[in-house]
């Protein structure tokens, strides 16, 4: 059987940079905060845990005073800053270029269309650490929208300026783009709408690319392993390539969840994973694989 590592799955470069700055740091440190998952890995943060790294959420935040806080690749609202300011907290802020400039954006937008009653629309995942981010540029007035249900929470009389959460569908969001057009064309059509929609595709390409590559890499093997974190919003969207494209195709966290029974008649495996997941748990569960089913000489 002959085992592939996808070399385009694993960190993209905002959380890379991130967990490089939380080991640059525990260097010089026994203990280092950081507010949330710096990852959405189990296995990593169990790893940069036993390093020293400790995850807090926002109440704890509140309460610490005069130390070191990493901020992750994700964003965080201006409230966290605020906070920081308050308890005199060193910030380490490993926030993604993409994603801080996407709050600019989204801070300019809002500021902008304040006057004319406009709306900020967010396709993303409610609760998700990069749109608390984003929201919060906006006072929490934006409004999310993750289905197309949650496009009954727009009032298609008003501006509407539409931006998506930086690691969400392509495909996703313009089929959102579709929708909200349609409904703005029909209240144009009564008369009751004079202004048209602004869409802005702020999704990352470096985790956009990755669907047509994963797309490819997918097809070329008998099974496909896609190793994640339960958490990770960029997983379950890249996991979905990978199934529909190849319908023997299983989600994992680690090499324990391995069910060695979906080998029996590949010849070709293929180990890809999210932008959150790193590159020596994609080697562990090759590894556990090829244990199993040795390279025949």
Same mark, same amino acid.
């Given at each position: 059987?002959?085992?592939?590592?996808?070399?385009?799955?694993?960190?993209?470069? *905002?959380?890379?940079? /991130?967990?490089?700055?939380?080991?640059?740091?525990?260097?010089?440190?026994?203990?280092?905060?950081?507010? *949330?998952?710096?990852?959405?890995?189990?296995?990593?943060?169990?790893?940069?845990?036993?390093?020293?790294?400790?995850?807090?959420?926002?109440?704890?935040?509140?309460?610490?005073?005069?130390?070191? &806080?990493?901020? @992750?690749?994700?964003?965080? #609202?201006?409230?966290?800053?605020?906070?920081?300011?308050? =308890?005199?907290?060193?910030?380490? $802020?490993?926030?993604? #270029?993409?994603?801080?400039?996407?709050?600019?954006?989204?801070?300019? +937008?809002?500021?902008?269309?304040?006057? =004319?009653? *406009?709306?900020?629309?967010?396709?993303?995942?409610?609760?998700?650490?990069? &749109?608390?981010?984003?929201?919060?540029?906006?006072?929490?007035?934006?409004?999310?929208? %993750? %289905?197309?249900? $949650?496009?009954?929470?727009?009032?298609?009389?008003?501006?509407?300026?539409?931006?998506?959460?930086? %690691?969400?569908?392509?495909?996703?969001?313009?089929?959102?783009?579709?929708?909200?057009?349609? @409904?703005? +064309?029909?209240?144009?059509?009564?008369?009751? /709408?004079?202004? $048209?929609?602004?869409?802005? $595709?702020?999704? !990352? @390409?470096?985790?956009?690319?990755?669907?047509?590559?994963?797309?490819?890499?997918?097809?070329?093997?008998?099974?496909?392993?896609? &190793?994640?974190?339960?958490?990770?919003?960029?997983?379950?969207?890249?996991?979905?390539? !990978?199934? @529909?494209? =190849?319908?023997?195709?299983?989600?994992?966290?680690?090499?324990?969840?391995?069910?060695?029974?979906?080998?029996?008649?590949?010849?070709?495996?293929?180990?890809?994973?999210?932008?959150?997941?790193?590159?020596?748990?994609?080697?562990?569960?090759?590894? +556990?694989?090829?244990?199993?089913?040795?390279?025949? /000489?």
């Amino acid at each position: 059987m002959n085992v592939t590592i996808d070399k385009n799955s694993g960190y993209c470069f *905002g959380v890379e940079f /991130a967990i490089q700055m939380a080991e640059d740091e525990l260097e010089e440190v026994s203990e280092l905060y950081c507010l *949330g998952d710096i990852v959405h890995n189990s296995m990593e943060v169990q790893r940069l845990y036993s390093k020293g790294l400790r995850i807090i959420d926002r109440e704890q935040l509140r309460e610490l005073r005069d130390c070191k &806080v990493l901020i @992750r690749a994700h964003g965080e #609202p201006p409230e966290t800053y605020e906070t920081a300011l308050r =308890n005199n907290l060193e910030l380490i $802020d490993a926030s993604c #270029p993409v994603v801080l400039k996407l709050q600019n954006r989204v801070k300019h +937008a809002y500021d902008s269309t304040k006057a =004319n009653n *406009g709306q900020i629309v967010l396709y993303g995942q409610q609760g998700h650490a990069e &749109v608390i981010g984003l929201a919060g540029q906006t006072g929490n007035e934006a409004i999310v929208i %993750t %289905t197309e249900e $949650d496009l009954d929470k727009l009032d298609y009389t008003r501006p509407i300026t539409l931006f998506s959460q930086t %690691t969400k569908s392509t495909k996703g969001f313009y089929r959102m783009k579709e929708l909200i057009e349609e @409904r703005v +064309a029909a209240v144009k059509a009564s008369g009751l /709408a004079v202004l $048209d929609l602004d869409a802005n $595709d702020s999704i !990352c @390409r470096q985790v956009s690319n990755r669907e047509p590559q994963l797309d490819k890499f997918a097809q070329q093997h008998d099974v496909v392993i896609f &190793v994640s974190g339960k958490k990770s919003s960029n997983g379950k969207a890249l996991y979905a390539v !990978c199934q @529909r494209v =190849n319908p023997n195709s299983y989600f994992v966290e680690n090499a324990e969840e391995l069910d060695m029974d979906w080998f029996k008649e590949a010849t070709s495996v293929g180990i890809c994973g999210a932008t959150s997941t790193p590159m020596w748990l994609m080697q562990q569960v090759a590894d +556990a694989i090829q244990a199993e089913h040795p390279v025949e /000489a």
